[in-house]
């Protein structure tokens, strides 16, 4: 199991063990081919604490954070520098069900992130702990997510960094921008 307090693929670290925006992080170069992190925007048109309600209790988490084939349940929160959210992500629709299948994988994983920032309602960042991927030792992930007053509503940007090589980079991104969709979809509806 990886240790997040000593075992962080960062140049600087915070007290709670995320890396300094400011901070250049030169092992991306040598550890992830030069992939830089990169961000995600989307507007709704909702105020910030609705969104921000959405981004951090159980019940919002619920109704949006999967990939498009996929449902989440949330079992803890625990909004604070250091605490975890735990769910269960579970495989739902049939092609996933199926790929899940023949890659020989669990349709349903418990996981965890630890939040590195809680400020509500403008910014909450996260470490994810990568060890599902066959072949390749654990490593850290951090995603911040940032929210802007907008004329419409809210500006939220999400800053992703990469994962370990270009091609889950990019199914990364795509996962993320399913859950943002899905999200705006959550935010219309009652």
């Known amino acids: 199991m990886l240790n997040l307090a000593v075992d962080l693929p960062y140049a600087a670290v915070d007290p709670v063990g995320g890396r300094h925006p400011e901070t250049p992080c030169p092992m991306l170069d040598i550890r992830y081919g030069g992939l830089m992190p990169t961000r995600l925007?989307?507007?709704?048109?909702?105020?910030?604490?609705?969104v921000w309600q959405m981004l951090t209790t159980a019940t919002g988490l619920d109704r949006w954070w999967a990939p498009?084939?996929?449902?989440?349940?949330?079992?803890?929160?625990?909004?604070?520098?250091g605490g975890e959210v735990r769910y269960t992500m579970t495989a739902t629709a049939p092609e996933q069900v199926r790929y899940?299948?023949?890659?020989?994988?669990?349709?349903?994983?418990?996981?965890?992130?630890?939040?590195?920032?809680?400020?509500?309602?403008?910014r909450l960042g996260y470490r994810t702990v990568v060890d599902f991927v066959p072949g390749h030792e654990a490593y850290v992930h951090l995603t911040t997510i940032e929210l802007f007053p907008a004329a419409d509503g809210t500006r939220l940007v999400m800053t992703l960094d990469p994962l370990h090589d270009e091609q889950w980079t990019r199914q990364h991104h795509?996962?993320?921008?399913?859950?943002?969709?899905?999200?705006?979809?959550?935010?219309?509806?009652?």
């Open 68 to 81: 498009e084939g996929f449902e989440t349940q949330v079992s803890e929160i625990g909004l604070r520098p």
């Open 41 to 50: 925007e989307r507007t709704y048109q909702a105020p910030a604490e609705v």
């Open 100 to 122: 899940m299948e023949a890659a020989g994988l669990p349709l349903s994983s418990e996981l965890y992130k630890t939040f590195t920032e809680v400020v509500p309602p403008a």
């Open 174 to 190: 795509a996962h993320r921008e399913s859950e943002l969709d899905r999200l705006g979809a959550a935010l219309r509806r009652p």
